[in-house]
């Protein structure tokens, strides 16, 4: 069973980055047919798609984010990472990373059970 | 791209049916067949119901059913359970490599 885990500093100041990392087990970051990403959860509002990358490094990002959002992957620690610069208050969210399929279908498969990311002094 | 509109809250007895919207445009929902429905527990991973307007993923119950009808997506759900108590979440693909989602519908069983 695929298991997705998200790692990172819970409390950012504003202005500065928050940095994610998701860890994948039970199956390999490196499969085809598959990218990865990052969705938020502000409290209070619905869910929020931030981006997504594939194995060989593609990224896509959502445009109302974009210039802030920095995606990578290592493949060879199983891991995929989130840097969102320039933070405020409306970045305070549960973060989730997630297994995008994209081949015999197209849809978020597995998710992580998310990381509360409060922006605050 | 705008988020999807869902009700806010829904709720329906034990044993009843229960249909959840989901709102889109033409640029997401009425042109692609990639609607996809997720159930959240607070607290834990949320979990994927349905996807492509109307297909289960392996392990999830036929009481749970997807359709699409121009620019909206329903959810329903028959033979409510305790267990159904949950949010949900629509979500579709809007072109352009980008995704959207609903503002997220609580589900209460009376």
């Known amino acids: 069973q695929l298991q997705l885990q998200e790692s990172g500093s819970g409390l950012v100041k504003p202005s500065q980055t928050l940095s994610l990392t998701c860890t994948v087990s039970?199956?390999?970051?490196?499969?085809?047919?598959?990218?990865w990403s990052w969705i938020r959860h502000p409290p209070g509002k619905g869910l929020e798609w931030i981006g997504y990358?594939?194995?060989?490094?593609?990224?896509y990002y959502s445009p109302s984010l974009k210039s802030r959002v920095t995606l990578s992957i290592d493949r060879s620690r199983e891991q995929f990472s989130l840097k969102l610069s320039s933070v405020n208050a409306a970045d305070t969210a549960v973060y989730y990373c997630?297994?995008?399929?994209?081949?015999?279908?197209?849809?978020?498969?597995?998710w992580g059970q998310g990381t509360l990311v409060t922006v605050a002094t | 791209q705008s988020a999807l509109t869902q009700p806010a809250s829904v709720s329906g007895s034990p044993g009843q049916s229960i249909t959840i919207s989901c709102t889109g445009t033409?640029?997401?929902?009425?042109?692609?067949?990639?609607v996809s429905w997720y159930q959240h527990h607070p607290g834990k991973a949320p979990k994927l119901m349905i996807y492509?307007?109307?297909k289960w993923p392996s392990g999830v119950s036929n009481r749970f059913s997807g359709s699409k009808s121009g620019n909206t997506a329903s959810l329903t759900i028959s033979g409510l359970q305790a267990e159904d108590e949950a949010d949900y979440y629509c979500c579709s693909f809007a072109g352009s490599s980008n995704w959207v989602f609903g503002g997220g519908t609580k589900l209460t069983v009376l």
């Open positions: 039970g199956g390999s970051i490196s499969s085809g047919g598959y990218s």
């Open positions: 990358i594939y194995r060989n490094g593609d990224t």
């Open positions: 492509e307007v109307s």
């Open positions: 033409s640029s997401d929902v009425g042109t692609y067949n990639l």
């Open positions: 997630t297994r995008l399929r994209s081949s015999s279908g197209y849809y978020f498969d597995y």
